[in-house]
């Protein structure tokens, strides 16, 4: 059986996902259709920004997932992006903080989707 290789959330609009995933991950898209934006994150792993269920994505929606980015490096870097993307003005859900895994914060997509920052495993 293959290990999972699409990574798919829900958002209202594309084009504003698009362009906040774009600019916070520093990659573009693989592919792009109004209701579906594909970003390829390793050879055969794609993220994928899907509208078809827009209507029922909501910031009051409960997100029940998180989409999480390992940094690799020391707790300094974790710091250091917190600091930079906290002065982009991006929705810090949960501070900075030490955890059982390592420094650690979470931030929100324009739909609230989770976005946990932590260190590599």
Do not use: C
């Not at 078809?52 to 992006?81: K, N, W, Y």
Request: charged share 20%; net charge negative.
């Amino acid at each position: 059986m293959s290990a999972p290789n699409l990574f798919l959330i829900y958002v209202t609009d594309t084009e504003r996902s698009t362009r906040f995933y774009s600019d916070l991950f520093e990659i573009e898209p693989v592919f792009v259709d109004p209701a579906y934006v594909a970003f390829q994150v390793t050879p055969g792993v794609l993220f994928a920004l899907w509208s078809r269920h827009g209507d029922s994505v909501t910031p009051q929606t409960p997100r029940l997932s998180e989409l999480g980015l390992m940094v690799p490096g020391s707790a300094e870097a974790i710091d250091s992006l917190y600091a930079k993307w906290k002065d982009s003005g991006h929705n810090v859900v949960e501070d900075i903080h030490d955890d059982v895994f390592g420094r650690t914060f979470v931030i929100t997509d324009p739909d609230g989707n989770l976005i946990r920052v932590s260190p590599v495993d």
